[in-house]
């Protein structure tokens, strides 16, 4: 399952890297066209495409939150690989503990409010 998970956010790493959204027919937000609300997730695709270039300013300009769970992701990604490889549990990892789980949770909601407030702020963190 761990080998299958790997092959298919390479491939997708793959697609982003060689396609632009802005540019091709990606799936739209679901929550934007229907409320006209930026969820946590709006611009991601585009925030991955332009972190798979290296151009970090312009992912955060696109999806602050998705530019800062980039890292904590190819660290989960790493310790989980390499807790596979070794067969031993991989819990001992600040990844596994509930304040990380609860922060992430809470930095989620407070970004989704905050991007959809009106003035500057908003502003800077919609997509």
């Not at 989960?76 to 609860?102: D, I, M, T």
Request: positive net charge; proline residues 8%; hydrophobic residues 50%.
């Amino acid at each position: 399952m761990l080998a299958l998970s790997l092959l298919a956010g390479l491939v997708l790493a793959a697609l982003y890297f060689r396609l632009d959204p802005a540019q091709h027919p990606f799936p739209r937000c679901l929550v934007h066209w229907l409320t006209g609300l930026h969820c946590p997730g709006c611009g991601t695709q585009r925030a991955v495409h332009a972190l798979l270039h290296g151009h970090f300013k312009q992912a955060i300009g696109f999806n602050l939150l998705a530019a800062l769970a980039a890292p904590v992701l190819v660290v989960g990604s790493v310790e989980e690989l390499r807790g596979w490889l070794a067969k031993r549990p991989r819990r001992n990892s600040f990844l596994y503990r509930p304040w990380f789980g609860w922060s992430i949770a809470t930095f989620t909601v407070l970004f989704t409010v905050l991007r959809n407030l009106p003035g500057p702020l908003g502003a800077w963190l919609a997509p």
